[in-house]
């Protein structure tokens, strides 16, 4: 079969590879619509993971199952599918533990484009399919669907580590198409004073439609200042991390107010170290709680999720400002997405409608 692979650090090729092969829990999958990710820039272009060598990239894909193992239950040949970014070993101890995506070692349920080949190719393999499927709604267009893979469940999920509840103030840093979820997530979890930040315009009236009530833009000075004097000198109860880099921690602190609660799901693709301000901190005694996790995968996250979309709770059309069509593309939406020009949010590759 084709695929998209990473060839080495820096390099990025079609290559043909042997079909993948599956057992008795698992499904092959072709992909319907797919998704680069700025994962894949820090992958290819940065060396985040370390070198690999013709692995096929990409982790953000709904297909449609084309063959399944003889102990999977609740999918066949023909269903559409949403297939998360990641597909945790449910068996695991790990899970059992309640870290299902630690399963196997540390972010391993992370497999596609990490030690696996991802979902670029013309057919990708899911473990444990009854577990890592969830089955594709007629009502959600197979484009927006994608969008349900991972940045969705990836900026919730910085909304759920923050704990955001009713009425608290929230700063969300960065609204690239990961940090307007966790503006969504928080808004759907009861924020009130909800403060994004960014520059983008385009990323700015979608954080807005999203629920923000403030923009903080960082080309207009230091964002810790404009936060702390939007709120009176006081701070917020809670931060999401969904951008920046390995002084955006740093930033957070200095916001956040003692006892708040900091969620990262930033993916940091260089540094060796991470700040924090050791005053702001209160000398390691301020009760300001730094929760960091990868997202949750599996099928209940994805039928969830699905189902606010399916009910009109959660828009994800302003996500997707680039639409591509045919496989053959997936290249040219990969270069666009580490290129990043101002308009773009999401470019999404539709395969088959």
């Known amino acids: 079969m084709k695929g998209l692979a990473m060839r080495k650090i820096g390099e990025i090729g079609w290559i043909e590879k042997e079909a993948p092969k599956y057992g008795p829990l698992d499904a092959i999958v072709k992909p319907l619509a797919a998704a680069p990710c700025s994962s894949d820039i820090h992958t290819v272009w940065e060396g985040a993971l370390g070198d690999r060598h013709d692995m096929i990239l990409g982790h953000e894909a709904v297909g449609e199952v084309v063959e399944v193992g003889s102990m999977v239950k609740d999918f066949k040949p023909g269903d559409r ?16 533990g309640g870290f299902s995506t630690h399963s196997g070692g540390m972010l391993a349920g992370w497999k ?12 990708f393999h899911v473990n444990e399919a009854d577990g890592n499927l969830a089955k594709l709604p007629d009502s959600i267009p197979v484009a927006e669907a994608t969008m349900i893979t ?50 983008r315009p385009n990323c700015i009236e979608a954080a807005k439609g999203y629920g923000a009530t403030d923009i903080i833009n960082y080309k207009n000075g230091d964002i810790v200042d404009q936060v702390l004097e939007k709120t009176d000198g006081k701070g917020v109860d809670k931060v999401c991390i969904a951008g920046g880099d390995v002084h955006t921690m740093e930033q957070a ?50 039928e969830k999720l699905a189902s606010l ?25 990969l270069l666009l997405m580490k290129e990043k020009p101002r308009d773009l949010i999401k470019p999404v590759v539709v395969i088959e409608e």
């Open 150 to 199: 991972d940045m969705v469940p990836t900026g919730f999920h910085a909304a759920e580590l923050a704990d955001v509840r009713l009425g608290d103030t929230v700063c969300c840093i960065g609204i690239g198409p990961v940090g307007l979820m966790s503006v969504a997530g928080s808004n759907l979890m009861g924020a009130s004073h909800l403060l994004a930040v960014g520059s």
């Open 309 to 333: 979309v399916e009910t009109g709770k959660l828009d994800l059309s302003p996500m997707l400002t680039h639409r591509f069509k045919g496989f053959d593309k997936l290249e040219e939406a």
């Open 253 to 302: 602190i200095k916001m956040v107010k003692p006892g708040g609660i900091i969620g990262n799901v930033n993916y940091l693709g260089s540094g060796e170290h991470v700040y924090i301000p050791r005053v702001e901190w209160g000398c390691g005694m301020s009760h300001k709680f730094i929760h960091c996790g990868l997202m949750p995968g599996g099928r209940l996250r994805m």
């Open 112 to 123: 596609f484009s990490n030690f696996k080949d991802g979902v670029f190719g013309e057919l």
């Open 81 to 96: 599918v949403i297939v998360p970014a990641i597909t945790p070993d449910w068996l695991s101890l790990e899970a059992q």
